[in-house]
Nanobody
């Protein structure tokens, strides 16, 4: 059974940095792509950044040049380095993964439960 577990959220002052991690536990799969999404209170979930296993990345305009997504394929772990954080970055951050299984399961998509990031002085 595959599970995505996020960590690294917390309270940080404006201008500060945090690094989020997402580990895909389980076996028998290869990572196709992973991504971070966030949902602020009262708003819809939005894409933050995505990356293929080969390192092709995409970012929301609001986080370009501040956030960096990366995947360690050997450790089945994705990271989001967040710098120059702003109060508007406050949200629950969710991990998403598209995984390929060699058996009958084929391609499946998973979501983590989220980790809260609060940017406030």
């Amino acid at each position: 059974q595959v599970e995505l577990v996020e960590s690294g959220g917390g309270l940080v002052q404006p201008g500060g940095s945090l690094r989020l991690s997402c580990v895909a536990s389980g076996r028998g799969f290869e990572i196709n792509a992973m991504g971070w999404y966030r949902q602020a209170s009262g708003k819809e979930r939005e894409l933050v950044a995505t990356s293929t296993s080969g390192g092709s990345t995409k970012y929301a305009n609001s986080v370009k040049d501040r956030f960096t997504i990366s995947i360690d394929n050997a450790q089945n772990t994705m990271y989001l380095q967040m710098n120059s954080l702003k109060p508007e970055d406050t949200a629950v951050y969710y991990c998403n993964a598209g995984l390929y299984f060699a058996d009958e399961r084929g391609y499946l998509e998973y979501w983590g439960k989220g980790t809260l990031v609060t940017v406030s002085s």
